[in-house]
């Protein structure tokens, strides 16, 4: 099992070498002066050079990236060109913000879809089960984006009972700590602050988990129909024990592996989700900084979100694949 | 033959009482139904729209759904462009797209996984870590990526979005070649004297139809919803070409007084996405035989 993580995780550098040279040049490709971006078209030549100089952009691109990489290696990105900050900084300042989003649609996907999977897949055909499959598809067909408008819209424009932009009303949350607005509220106990950090994230971890809830509800009710034909639970019914019993100690722990991965996987959906949903919701977190970052052509900034992004992506599917070991001890490497 | 009439008969009447054949229809003609729909009116649409949808009507503006009859039934934009025409030809760039990302990552999948099955070695070595790079991006990301270094525009956006859609085709034929290559009908074209191209072609390929179908289907929901992603962020096609990511991008500041305005165009999207998953979901439940032994759709 060590050995095979050590093997995957050794794997994954030759890709992460690929993936940051395909980045860098595809930005460095893109059409648009960043120096002209920045310093404005009425800029002379000699400041556009002296800029370009600067930043090292005047140099040879294999160079550019050679440095790059030299750089990356010891964990730095460089400055950004807009915020003037090292890239790093900037990132880590909203990657807390995009990561408690995160979480948030995690858990109203997994606490919504796991419970009515389980229920539609164990009475097969029922109404409960025809709701359900109707609700999975209605989850895996709506655009995120949309359904983020049209909560605002309708809890926001209608009824007027929660925030559509940002983390936190100005002047409740209490001085950053570690950056999780509700965590650092519970560690100041500051209950006005906690529920205001609520209400404001639950809107767009909604939006943001639909997806992942229509898929998981679909994912979990399959994978019950698959286990409630094994043998074993012909066993556990024979020796008289209840249905909930059956269904929720013996169906749902075997079922729930597939549904392990299927989490893992969507982990990457939602990551490139976030950075939708952030922009219509103004949610400072990583995702919208990327567009921010974009439409300023700030190389270092994009490459250094692409890559932390990438990383992450590459990183949790290795840690899906430790944990299957963990979930299922027939599995071994 | 009496008898096998009337088991036949009370087979069905089984399978329809255990839910299997109308679910099954229901689900492949509705979603069949909605997709026919969606291709009719992209295909028809100068013809279907009443106006102009870049005609501009600034003593119309900001007119709310007026129902049939009215002059614009949608009501209007910001703009005064009417909804219902922008909403018709928003369809025509969602079906190329889809279409065209469904097909071109069609072929380049099942081309490479074909001939990585097949050879397997150092071609298979190379296909699979290009593979592997390639997935490794998050979703969109890469075609938000892609697009920030092409430029807007139709061509520039397919591209993006077959970019990581050829992938899972790739994965599945890859999969079944390296299952069908072993069987005798290939030993037996082999022993006739079919080059490796010939097999391929004439048959893996036929073979691995139905499943590619099924992703086919799948991958024609996710690029709508990737090509109103990148539209409503600004980097899918130019402004001046009305999609329904784009209408809803320009609803977004309007939200509160307009709300007609992100309405259709994302109910639009929802509704060809939905028609398209009820396809794809009755094609599967078609295809796939353990439908048969749960008595439930999958």
Redesign the interface.
């Known amino acids: 099992m060590t050995s095979y993580l050590a093997r995957r995780l050794a794997g994954t550098i030759p890709v992460l070498l690929l993936i940051s040279l395909l980045v860098f040049l595809l930005i460095h490709a893109a059409p648009g002066d960043p120096t002209l971006l920045l310093l404005g078209e009425e800029t002379n030549a000699a400041d556009i050079a002296k800029a370009k100089e600067h930043w090292g952009l005047d140099q040879p691109i294999y160079i550019q990236y050679g440095k790059f990489l030299v750089s990356v290696a010891g964990g730095d990105f460089g400055k950004s060109f807009k915020y003037a900050e090292p890239v790093i900084g900037v990132i880590k300042s909203r990657l807390p913000a995009t990561i408690e989003l995160a979480i948030f649609a995690i858990l109203i996907a997994t606490l919504m879809a796991i419970p009515l999977g389980v229920w539609a897949g164990s009475k097969p055909n029922s109404w409960i089960d025809n709701l359900g499959t109707t609700f999975g598809l209605f989850g895996i067909s709506m655009p995120s984006f949309w359904l983020a408008i049209m909560l605002i819209l309708l809890l926001a424009g209608v009824l007027n009972i929660l925030p559509t932009s940002g983390r936190s009303t100005y002047g409740i949350a209490g001085p950053e700590q570690t950056g999780f607005y509700i965590l650092d509220s519970i560690m100041q106990r500051n209950g006005r602050a906690v529920w205001d950090a609520l209400t404001h994230i639950f809107l767009p971890a909604l939006a943001l988990g639909i997806n992942m809830l229509g898929i998981l509800m679909r994912v979990t009710r399959s994978s019950i129909l698959e286990v409630m034909n094994e043998d074993y639970i012909q066993t556990a019914r024979a020796k008289g024990l209840r249905e909930n019993k059956v269904v929720w100690r013996h169906v749902t722990r075997n079922a729930l592996i597939p549904v392990i991965t299927v989490v893992g996987l969507e982990l990457g959906t939602l990551l490139s989700g976030s950075i939708i949903v952030e922009t219509v919701f103004s949610w400072p977190g990583s995702g919208s900084l990327l567009i921010t970052a974009l439409n300023a052509r700030d190389y270092p900034l994009v490459t250094g979100l692409v890559m932390i992004y990438t990383a992450a992506f590459v990183a949790i599917n290795l840690i899906i694949d430790g944990l299957y070991a963990i979930v299922d001890p027939r599995i071994c490497y | 033959m009496q008898s096998l009439t009337l088991e036949s008969a009370t087979d069905a009447r089984d399978a329809v009482r255990?839910?299997i054949l109308p679910r099954l229809h229901v689900k492949a003609f509705t979603g069949g139904a909605i997709v026919l729909a969606f291709i009719l009116v992209g295909l028809f649409g100068p013809a279907l729209a009443p106006l102009d949808p870049n005609k501009q009507e600034l003593t119309a503006m900001m007119q709310k759904p007026a129902g049939i009859g009215s002059a614009h039934v949608l009501g209007t934009d910001n703009l005064g462009r009417d909804i219902l025409s922008r909403v018709i030809y928003g369809s025509r760039v969602s079906l190329v797209v889809a279409f065209a990302v469904v097909f071109v990552s069609g072929f380049v999948g099942i081309v490479l996984g074909a001939v990585s099955g097949y050879f397997g070695g150092k071609v298979d070595f190379a296909i699979q870590?290009l593979v592997?790079?390639v997935w490794?991006?998050?979703?969109?990301?890469l075609g938000?990526?892609?697009m920030?270094?092409l430029?807007q525009g139709l061509f520039n956006l397919i591209l993006a979005l077959v970019a990581q859609r050829w992938i899972p085709y790739c994965r599945v034929v890859r999969g079944q070649t390296l299952s069908l290559r072993g069987r005798d009908f290939v030993a037996a074209a082999q022993c006739l004297g079919a080059s490796n191209r010939q097999i391929i072609v004439r048959h893996i390929i036929p073979n691995l139809i139905q499943t590619s179908l099924v992703i086919g289907t799948f991958a024609m929901?996710s690029s709508i919803?990737a090509e109103?992603?990148l539209s409503?962020?600004?980097?899918g096609v130019p402004p001046e070409i009305p999609t329904w990511g784009t209408m809803?991008a320009d609803?977004?500041i309007y939200?509160?007084t307009a709300?007609w305005l992100?309405?259709f165009p994302?109910l639009c999207?929802?509704i060809t996405?939905?028609g398209i998953?009820?396809l794809g979901?009755g094609l599967r439940d078609i295809l796939d035989p353990?439908l048969k032994?749960?008595?439930?759709?999958?």
Request: zero cysteines; proline letters at 6%.
């Open positions: 255990a839910g870590k592997e790079v490794a991006f998050p979703p969109l990301l938000i990526t892609i920030a270094f430029g929901a919803i109103a992603s409503f962020l600004g980097v809803l609803a977004r939200i509160s709300w992100p309405l994302g999207i929802f996405v939905l998953n009820l979901d353990r032994r749960t008595g439930a759709k999958i």
